[in-house]
């Protein structure tokens, strides 16, 4: 497999033809053009890429798209060595009920379509069971800010002793880790003092960026009519989550409406904030997947080039350090297909729970996906919710930082006897 090199072989031809055969595209018909090598070198080799420079590379056809692989593959080989990534998880969907209208979104429900939420009994039996299958994350997964518009879901609240969804998730993430499971938890826009409880129980946190455009936000637009999806709000609470040193999950949706430009602008805007902060430990490309019955249903979905294009761009923006994932689910044909574009994580796999988020796509099994990666030369391997560099007392509450270390090896991933 080419997916080593020296430097002068970045744009070997036998290399290119290796890019463009793993990923499925035609192979090159010449080498690329002076503009693509001088990007993608710079990238490689250099100081980094531009905005200008990214976006010209997120749109660029033809032989051109294996050297931009070839960079990209450079970047993670070079970081993370052949090595994938993905973790155990059950997914709770906390509650269903939300307050935004997202244009692309199933998972949302009204109440009468099913439970507002679940118990806390339930919660800890999903625990208990993800822990006695080997699962070490549990997943939560949220409606943002319910209690601001359904009466009958606050009165649940309250009769749980609590006044905000906030409140709730502390409280059962705090019991939840005494099964010997670590939460990790996608709140959505969370205040200082909801973060800082959280960070009590939970070793990491996530939330999507999706993109940094508010244009999106405007009326026949994926965002219209959604409180907690203005940008500005999203980027105050990830940088709240930076001041407080929470290891932190983010990313962007591909295919809600969004132009190539702002799918760049998205990628700085995260990198941007990673060299802020340090605390962002992984970034998702997450392709938008249409659905019977919501309002997008007749966008089409993103092209396998267009996301592979967008995943090897994401990994020039970000550099080759930065934790980079596609979800296996929503790419379940084409997952390993991405790791020329530069990937090292295939984020997480229940043995449990389906995705709530999107129920059509089921988790690819495991022992496939241990085929698939190894036939290209790579090891994958299990870890946890955190990533082994986050694993330090500048990162994680010392009481539970005590609990991940006896559950990592020392390279800080799951021993290989538990996976």
């Not at 699962?135 to 409606?143: I, N, P, Q, R």
């Not at 001041?243 to 990313?251: M, V």
């Not at 997450?286 to 592979?308: R, T, W």
């Not at 790419?331 to 297909?337: H, I, L, Q, R």
């Amino acid at each position: 497999m080419a997916f080593e090199c020296s430097e002068t072989e970045l744009f070997d031809r036998s290399r290119l033809e290796e890019m463009a055969r793993v990923a499925g595209i035609a192979p090159p018909t010449a080498p690329p053009s002076p503009e693509v090598a001088r990007i993608c070198e710079g990238a490689v080799f250099g100081g980094g890429v531009s905005p200008d420079d990214a976006l010209f590379l997120a749109e660029v056809s033809g032989d051109g798209v294996p050297a931009l692989l070839s960079a990209a593959s450079f970047l993670a080989v070079r970081s993370h060595g052949k090595r994938l990534t993905y973790s155990k998880n059950v997914f709770v969907p906390l509650t269903r009920l939300c307050r935004n209208h997202c244009g692309y979104c199933t998972f949302k429900i009204e109440p009468g379509e099913a439970e507002l939420l679940v118990p806390p009994g339930e919660v800890d039996e999903i625990a208990r069971k993800g822990a006695e299958l080997g699962c070490t994350e549990l997943l939560f997964v949220l409606g943002d800010k319910p209690e601001a518009v359904y009466g009958q879901y606050r009165d649940m609240l309250s009769g749980l002793g609590c006044s905000t969804t906030a409140e709730y998730l502390a409280e059962v993430c705090e019991s939840a880790i005494e099964r010997g499971i670590f939460p990790h938890s996608n709140l959505g826009l969370a205040t200082e003092d909801e973060l800082r409880r959280l960070r009590r129980s939970n070793p990491s946190m996530g939330l999507m960026l999706e993109n940094i455009s508010p244009r999106l936000l405007k009326k026949g637009e994926a965002h219209h009519r959604c409180a907690d999806k203005v940008p500005k709000l999203r980027m105050e609470t990830m940088e709240t989550a930076g001041r407080l040193r929470i290891p932190w999950t983010s990313g962007i949706l591909v295919g809600i409406g969004e132009t190539v430009r702002e799918r760049v602008d998205s990628l700085f805007a995260l990198r941007d904030m990673a060299e802020r902060h340090g605390h962002i430990q992984e970034i998702i490309v997450q392709n938008f997947s249409p659905k019977d019955g919501i309002a997008m249903e007749q966008f089409p979905p993103p092209s396998f080039l267009e996301m592979l294009k967008t995943v090897a761009v994401a990994r020039l923006v970000m550099g080759g350090e930065m934790n980079l994932q596609i979800p296996p689910n929503l790419n379940g044909e084409t997952y390993s297909k991405f790791i020329p574009a530069g990937i090292n994580d295939l984020g997480g796999v229940s043995p449990l729970t389906i995705d709530y988020v999107n129920p059509e796509a089921p988790w690819p099994a495991l022992e496939e996906m241990k085929k698939q990666v190894g036939a290209l030369g790579f090891e994958l391997r299990e870890r946890l919710p955190v990533y082994p560099e986050y694993i330090t007392d500048e990162f994680i509450d010392p009481a539970v930082l005590e609990m991940v270390r006896a559950r990592a090896d020392a390279g800080g991933l799951v021993p290989e006897a538990n996976s």
